[in-house]
């Protein structure tokens, strides 16, 4: 696979080359991706089930945002399409959506096109967003985003920074750390993964990358191994990041719950209180 170069931040070290690879596999993955494809394969868009929860998580975030803010400003981090930009936008607060790939935004610009000045849209990567610490946002917001950042740590670290006193943290649709997943609900993802993935062509390629992984074999150059770089690693802790927070004075709640691209399976593993995905709220709280 060819890489394609961008400029390399001060201080290159090992996880910046690696998150600007991962970066450029989003960006090449993505401006290929029809809209249509990348919905098949986003539970937290497919399934009404889900969109309900994260629309009552939305209004949570943003009615703790006006208690504190009379026009509550939110940064979107990997924007993508829009799904959740424009929640925001109709709730009335001022959005900053940033997102690497311009076909992503593209969309995102028609749909959200009405909002005029309310809404800003940056091509860049989130990296050098969070260079800019002068602006201050109420609500830092990801969706089905940070599985896709190496350093996803060190990102949180730098999104801190940019929050406003009482400003919130809010991550939705991430896979759990898979060693803290009960077994039976793994095997049980995994299946539901199966069946969905086989009518999606490259069976036999997705087969080798499987096995490949699974003796511990990650390519640095090859897309697949870097788009949804913890979803084919080992989840993301869910935990770490909840300790991070609680020790920086935040207040955190981690919501756990069930997804899967598979249209006959989710229902099924919702109903059985199975859970693999999570969503993450923390809120500053000012220290006196
Ligand atoms: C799974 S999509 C999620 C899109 C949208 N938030 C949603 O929920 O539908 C992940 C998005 O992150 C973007 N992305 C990945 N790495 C990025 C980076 N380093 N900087 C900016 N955007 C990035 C991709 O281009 C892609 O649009």
Not at 188 to 211: E, H, N
Request: net charge neutral; hydrophobic share 40%.
């Amino acid at each position: 696979m060819i890489v394609k170069e961008m400029p390399a931040p001060k201080g290159d070290r090992m996880d910046e080359r690696i998150n600007r690879i991962a970066a450029l596999a989003n960006d090449l993955t993505y401006n290929a991706e029809a809209t249509k494809t990348y919905i098949d394969g986003a539970p937290h868009i497919k399934h009404a089930s889900l969109r309900t929860l994260y629309g009552k998580l939305v209004v949570q975030v943003f009615d703790d945002a006006k208690k504190h803010a009379n026009l509550p400003k939110v940064l979107d981090l990997g924007a993508g399409e829009g799904s959740v930009t424009l929640p925001f936008l109709e709730l009335g607060a001022k959005v900053v959506a940033v997102d690497i790939s311009n076909g992503q935004l593209d969309a995102l610009r028609v749909k959200c096109e009405r909002f005029g000045d309310m809404l800003e849209v940056r091509c860049e990567d989130i990296n050098i967003t969070l260079k800019h610490k002068s602006a201050k946002y109420d609500i830092v917001v990801l969706n089905s985003f940070l599985h896709h950042v190496p350093d996803y740590m060190g990102m949180i670290k730098e999104i801190v920074t940019v929050l406003s006193p009482y400003g919130q943290f809010f991550s939705f649709q991430d896979p759990l750390r898979y060693d803290t997943v009960g077994k039976a609900t793994m095997t049980f993802s995994q299946l539901a993964y199966f069946s969905w993935r086989v009518f999606r062509g490259d069976v036999l390629g997705g087969i080798k990358r499987r096995i490949r992984r699974a003796r511990g074999i990650y390519l640095e150059d090859v897309l697949h191994d870097n788009v949804e770089y913890h979803v084919i690693r080992n989840g993301v802790d869910q935990e770490d990041i909840c300790e991070f927070f609680r020790e920086h004075d935040f207040d955190c709640r981690v919501v756990p719950y069930f997804s899967t691209q598979s249209r006959l399976f989710q229902p099924i593993g919702a109903l059985v209180g199975m859970k693999n995905t999570f969503a993450i709220i923390a809120q500053k709280q000012p220290v006196n």
